[in-house]
């Protein structure tokens, strides 16, 4: 009986894109859009938030999106405009399994290059030639640049669930800042497991991207379905 191709035990490393910078009002500002009802629900959804983030949504302009990642769940809102006319928040719920949440705290010296997330370079040829080829998640280009910019370990770690047969089924990321100092936040979720990620960015001017020094801490939770 043919054996099927054991899944790479390492996820794809990206490459860093640019994060372009605009004026914007932060986090906080558009924390302040959302109706209380609609906190009060997330709360009551989720829990206290343990991480969040609100900003301007891609397509309704001049409003407000949230995330937040409770002890309980994963909530994402998204404004919509009902048939009534009024304008209301949708709430996507991933409700977690009681207390499977796992963290990490991920460090990056800005002065210590990187090392790669598969030691490929020592194998020989034939060697190399059986080693799996890590999948391409299903995210866009856009997203992986910016997962590019986080050290390859936590790349690893918001990545590594979903090598198998889980599928990434949304996501989302948000950053605020300049070049030299940027606060991060991004998520990944599937069917039964939940990855997010959150820290702090200093990268001296002119030093390349993937050296910059970074504070992160990487959490993992399963879904309860």
């Known amino acids: 009986m043919e054996r099927a191709p054991a899944a790479p035990s390492m996820p794809a490393a990206h490459e860093a894109a640019p994060l372009g910078f605009v004026p914007s009002p932060d986090r906080f500002h558009w924390w302040g859009e959302l109706h209380d009802d609609v906190k009060a629900h997330l709360e009551r959804k989720v829990g206290p938030a343990i991480e969040w983030w609100a900003d301007l949504h891609e397509r309704e302009r001049d409003r407000p999106y949230a995330v937040v990642f409770g002890p309980h769940g994963l ?73 590019g910019n986080l050290p390859l370990e936590a790349q690893q770690r918001l990545q590594t669930p979903f090598l198998g047969s889980q599928a990434v089924t949304h996501y989302r990321w948000y950053y605020y800042g300049n070049d030299e100092e940027l606060d991060l936040w991004c998520y990944l979720a599937g069917d039964k497991t939940v990855t997010f990620a959150t820290g702090h960015r200093t990268l001296p001017n002119g030093m390349d991207p993937q050296h910059a020094a970074w504070r992160l801490t990487c959490y993992q939770a399963d879904v309860a379905r």
């Open 75 to 147: 909530a994402v809102t998204t404004p919509r405009v009902n048939k009534q006319g009024q304008r209301t928040q949708t709430v996507r719920i991933d409700q977690f399994v009681p207390s499977s949440i796992k963290h990490a705290v991920v460090q990056q010296q800005a002065t210590k290059p990187r090392g790669g997330l598969r030691s490929l370079v020592s194998r020989g040829k034939d060697e190399q030639s059986q080693v799996s080829v890590p999948p391409q998640l299903n995210i866009t280009q856009e997203m992986r640049g910016v997962l």
